[in-house]
């Protein structure tokens, strides 16, 4: 395998870096709980990780800070880095917190923008491009206000389970301090209530269909044992630790954490539920479901624009671009389906898509066995299509019980980068009659391989990039490589047959359909319904999916337009690429140049290429 680490500090640069990071992070190891009480957190294990492969000593105390202050505010994702400082704690969601992590947005930010950027060498002005970027528009997206009336995408239930299964359980200690998470959620669950509350005074409430799936939700799981929820069954109940606990260690501590979930984090469940039906599903939304039936929120859409698109598009060009895709597709699914399925036109090819059971699962066994076949069918192949190659592996998994029937088909988990867990792909195996076989090879290329696997496990294993660029990045960026490789996966001769092949294209106007529908609930104030009507009308998605899809995009504004624009950048870029070397144009030199320097923004990707190019396009070492 390729050296995945091709531009390293000097043993000297290290060292310093380190020295500089421990020294800047033991001068705020202090750290307040809720509580009030004083909490001492050690240094960061991750502190020189932290400032990998930078060299300006302002812009390493700037990383330094923005790094320490993600990992605190996020001690989830502190856990699955192998940051376990704060194993006992929950993300903070008080409005006293949120404004302290705004007022520290905007220290941050100042102090990025007084970095000297005439004395940084290329690879440090790239990573203060980039931050800037991010900061930006974070403060950007204040005007949304989220926290006071989203309740969409996730929600405390799948959060707190998603805890149990990502927390460390090899000692008692791990245990204890997992159990210590937990008790910390019915502080979470009433912080969601009164931030909701907030939202109801200042008449910012989600979209009553949004709120009624989520008491659904509830209802699912408050009407099962406690013990049967997945954040009662972390891994230390699955199997008998290694090494051994003292004898009655672990029934004494699973003991201990399902008596606080029932006794709890159930009522506290109840009374989410209560409030959701009581108050918020009565002022909530009908008709106007997205930004556009909110007073105020056309600026919070362009700011959403940018954060997940990452250049300032306006709406109507969205919507027109995707306009003139779904066109596109629509030709090419008439095209395939009469060739595939003998169909005479678009919509006998979408019913015919739709409504034939032998184009269906028949259980969930066979999707979770066909999800396998396919994954292990790009595995063998990608040596041929990419030089960089991550050390991590993807592994198929099925989206839990509790989550399956109110989210989308499938979706990818990144590894933990300290290596103690693969990249996943979790796949619905709910109602598995109303999963078509025709999608899942372009699905499994998209959330696996040479899709999300691929290219954030490589950016996770960049040694010599800052840690912020390794673990994160623009949607863009990450979505548009997604899509990307559902057509470089035609190029690699993975489809199997001309149906699966109908599968891509579907998919490909699904993320088309996407920029219509975005734009057409949060700026041109579409209803539901409209949205649905188009999905169904131009895409082969079940109505099932397409009711999950809508929600989603109602609840999460702005992100799913980045899938499309994205995939249209590196397509630009390749041409651009391919024009500009003919002959000497090597695919697996062009994918390095593409995801050598992480997620990056679409502008740092468009200069990144333009210096390869001029470079002479050859392969990173």
């Known amino acids: 395998m390729p050296d995945p680490t091709p531009r390293r500090s000097s043993s000297r640069g290290r060292a310093l870096a380190t020295t500089a990071a421990l020294v800047l992070v033991a001068a705020a190891c202090r750290a307040a709980p809720r509580d009030?009480?004083?909490?001492?957190?050690?240094?960061?294990?991750?502190?020189?990780?932290?400032?990998?492969?930078?060299?300006?000593?302002?812009?390493?105390?700037?990383?330094?800070?923005?790094?320490?202050?993600?990992?605190?505010?996020?001690?989830?994702?502190?856990?699955?880095?192998?940051?376990?400082?704060?194993?006992?704690?929950?993300?903070?969601?008080?409005?006293?917190?949120?404004?302290?992590?705004e007022a520290e947005q905007d220290e941050l930010l100042a102090q990025a923008r007084q970095v000297p950027t005439e004395r940084l060498d290329e690879s440090d002005r790239e990573t203060l491009a980039l931050l800037l970027e991010e900061l930006t528009a974070e403060r950007e997206s204040r005007v949304c206000?989220?926290?006071?009336?989203?309740?969409?995408?996730?929600?405390?239930?799948?959060?707190?389970?998603?805890?149990?299964?990502?927390?460390?359980?090899?000692?008692?200690?791990?245990?204890?301090?997992?159990?210590?998470?937990?008790?910390?959620?019915?502080?979470?669950?009433?912080?969601a209530i009164?931030?909701?509350?907030?939202?109801?005074?200042?008449?910012?409430?989600?979209?009553?269909?949004?709120?009624?799936?989520?008491?659904?939700?509830?209802?699912?799981?408050?009407?099962?044992?406690?013990?049967?929820?997945?954040?009662?069954?972390?891994a230390w109940t699955m199997t008998e630790p290694t090494p051994p606990w003292p004898p009655g260690e672990r029934a004494r501590l699973t003991a201990e954490l399902r008596a606080v979930i029932a006794q709890?984090?159930?009522?506290?469940?109840?009374?989410?539920?209560?409030?959701?039906?009581?108050?918020l599903l009565p002022r909530a939304?009908?008709?106007?479901?997205g930004l556009a039936g909110l007073p105020g929120m056309e600026p919070c859409y362009r700011a959403r624009i940018l954060r997940h698109v990452g250049v300032a598009r306006s709406p109507e060009e969205l919507h027109r671009l995707g306009q003139e895709e779904i066109a596109r597709t629509d030709r090419e699914l008439a095209e395939l389906g009469a060739r595939a399925l003998g169909t005479a036109d678009l919509a006998a090819t979408l019913a015919r898509l739709r409504e034939d059971p032998a184009l269906y699962?028949?259980?969930?066994?066979?999707?979770?066995?066909?999800?396998?076949?396919?994954?292990?069918?790009?595995?063998?192949?990608?040596?041929?299509?990419?030089?960089?190659?991550?050390?991590?592996?993807?592994?198929?998994?099925?989206?839990?019980?509790?989550?399956?029937?109110?989210?989308?088909?499938?979706?990818?988990?990144?590894?933990?980068?300290d290596g103690s867990k693969p990249g996943e792909y979790f796949v619905n195996t709910y109602r598995p009659e109303t999963r078509p076989r025709y999608e899942?090879?372009?699905?499994?290329?998209?959330?696996?391989?040479?899709?999300?696997?691929?290219?954030?496990?490589?950016?996770?294993?960049?040694?010599a990039l800052p840690a912020f660029r390794r673990v994160g990045g623009s949607t863009a960026f990450v979505e548009g490589w997604a899509l990307y490789t559902e057509h470089l996966a035609e190029e690699m001769g993975l489809y199997s047959t001309d149906l699966d092949r109908l599968g891509r294209v579907s998919y490909d106007a699904w993320r088309a359909s996407r920029l219509v529908v975005d734009t057409g609930v949060h700026h041109l104030?579409?209803?539901?319904?409209?949205?649905?009507?188009?999905?169904?009308a131009h895409t082969a998605l079940t109505y099932g999916n397409i009711t999950n899809e809508v929600d989603r995009y109602l609840s999460w504004p702005g992100q799913a337009l980045a899938y499309k624009v994205g995939q249209l950048e590196l397509v630009r870029l390749r041409a651009k690429a391919e024009a500009a070397l003919g002959a000497r144009f090597d695919v697996r030199a062009f994918h390095d140049a593409v995801l050598g320097g992480g997620a990056v923004s679409l502008p740092v990707l468009a200069r990144r290429i333009d210096a390869w190019l001029d470079a002479g396009g050859a392969s990173a070492p």
Not at 171 to 185: F, H, S, V, W, Y
Not at 526 to 536: D, L, N, P, S, V
């Open 525 to 536: 104030g579409w209803t539901r319904a409209q949205a649905e009507a188009y999905m169904k």
């Open 194 to 234: 009164d931030n909701l509350r907030l939202g109801l005074a200042a008449s910012q409430v989600a979209a009553a269909e949004t709120v009624r799936r989520a008491i659904a939700q509830l209802d699912d799981a408050l009407a099962k044992s406690p013990d049967s929820w997945d954040m009662a069954s972390p």
């Open 440 to 463: 899942l090879e372009a699905l499994t290329w998209h959330e696996a391989i040479p899709g999300h696997h691929l290219q954030i496990a490589i950016a996770q294993e960049r040694g």
């Open 36 to 101: 009030g009480g004083a909490r001492v957190v050690p240094a960061s294990p991750l502190a020189a990780e932290a400032v990998a492969g930078v060299t300006d000593a302002a812009l390493q105390r700037v990383l330094l800070r923005h790094w320490e202050a993600l990992l605190r505010d996020e001690p989830g994702l502190a856990t699955t880095l192998g940051d376990h400082r704060y194993d006992d704690q929950l993300a903070a969601r008080d409005a006293a917190s949120i404004a302290r992590r």
């Open 145 to 191: 206000q989220f926290w006071r009336w989203s309740i969409g995408v996730s929600s405390l239930f799948a959060e707190l389970s998603d805890v149990a299964r990502i927390h460390p359980a090899a000692t008692p200690a791990d245990a204890a301090n997992l159990i210590r998470r937990m008790r910390l959620g019915r502080r979470a669950i009433a912080d």
């Open 264 to 279: 709890e984090l159930t009522p506290a469940f109840r009374e989410l539920r209560a409030m959701l039906s009581e108050e």
């Open 285 to 289: 939304r009908a008709e106007r479901e």
């Open 361 to 417: 699962f028949t259980s969930g066994a066979e999707l979770v066995e066909a999800a396998t076949a396919a994954l292990a069918k790009a595995k063998a192949r990608i040596p041929q299509f990419f030089h960089l190659l991550p050390k991590a592996d993807c592994v198929v998994r099925e989206i839990p019980d509790h989550e399956a029937p109110f989210t989308t088909i499938a979706y990818y988990n990144q590894p933990n980068l």
